[in-house]
């Protein structure tokens, strides 16, 4: 468990070292073994590590999202909590006629999908942990739209981010999920704003920080070859495959603890690319990886 000292309450910011390549010289082999595993994906990759984007790779492109957005729409909920504008316990009423049917929903399961009232707690969970559709859906009516949440987080400082349509209207139509884009120097920039303390109040960074671990194990990707026990607080994102046989989005951003408790932030992008899943994720599995043994050689050989 990643955790915190520090100002009202034991969480995981207090003495944060966000690791960055000290030198050209290791950046090269780093981006010479990027390259190599990338052109698998038959696709754009693009990667950002470290704090602010310290190594990129195609670091400025825009790359649909997907639910990675689900990261920065629990940003903007807990900011709002913390502004007393929201309440976890607040109960969300939801109908029957409110349940998109044809997408993927564990609450929606559980509930059966009849009519429930539902805590902004459990919605947030189901979103961020469990990239439930549904749940997405109802934190962005209840912020008043994509749109007040892309404000939020272009007021942090992040601009090269656009989250303008919902889960429903990326179903509805393929093209429009590539208006939720952003680049991978941009998610690591927001990563590291969150990993720094900066956005929430230790208990609204302490249950963001939490569900994004509880959700690491459910799709492996950044952690599929990493050493058993590494700590991931993670959001991945996955479309759909086209007629054509190509997949618009295969994601994955979050926060590896290296053994030495050092954070390194990252962010590996897979877009529009003709490979099967397994390959897919195998690129962004091997991607973490090899940045997790540059930057722990790299703090090796420090005397």
């Known amino acids: 468990m990643i955790t915190r000292a520090g100002r009202d309450a034991p969480l995981f910011f207090a003495c944060i070292l966000i690791v960055s390549l000290s030198s050209k010289g290791q950046e090269g082999p780093l981006q010479d073994s990027v390259r190599k595993i990338s052109a698998d994906a038959q696709a754009m990759v693009g990667v950002a590590l470290g704090g602010a984007g310290r190594f990129a790779f195609n670091g400025n492109g825009h790359f649909p999202m997907q639910s990675v957005y689900k990261f920065p729409l629990g940003l903007y909920i807990l900011h709002q909590v913390d502004k007393g504008r929201l309440s976890l316990d607040q109960k969300i009423s939801v109908r029957k006629g409110d349940w998109e049917m044809q997408t993927y929903s564990p609450m929606r399961d559980k509930y059966q999908a009849a009519d429930a009232e539902i805590s902004v707690r459990e919605i947030l969970s189901y979103t961020v942990s469990l990239s439930d559709n549904n749940g997405c859906d109802l934190l962005f009516r209840l912020a008043g739209g994509p749109g007040k949440v892309n404000d939020y987080i272009h007021s942090l400082g992040i601009k090269d981010i656009a989250i303008t349509a919902t889960e429903a209207e990326m179903h509805a139509a ?31 960074d302490s249950l963001l920080l939490q569900l994004m671990i509880a959700g690491a194990a459910r799709i492996p990707r950044i952690g599929a070859v990493l050493p058993p026990g590494t700590v991931i607080a993670r959001k991945a994102g996955t479309s759909d495959t086209n007629a054509a046989g190509i997949a618009a989005a295969t994601n994955d951003a979050g926060i590896i603890i290296l ?7 990252i962010a590996v992008f897979v ?24 930057y722990t050689s790299n703090a090796a050989r420090k005397p």
């Open 174 to 204: 393929w093209d429009v999920q590539y208006r939720n884009w952003c680049s991978p120097l941009a998610m690591v920039a927001l990563l590291k704003g969150f990993d720094s303390g900066q956005y929430l109040s230790p208990a609204g």
């Open 271 to 294: 877009r529009d690319s003709k490979a099967d899943m397994a390959t897919r994720e195998g690129v962004i599995a091997r991607i973490a990886r090899a940045a997790y043994d540059a």
């Open 259 to 265: 053994p030495d408790g050092r954070h390194l932030l």
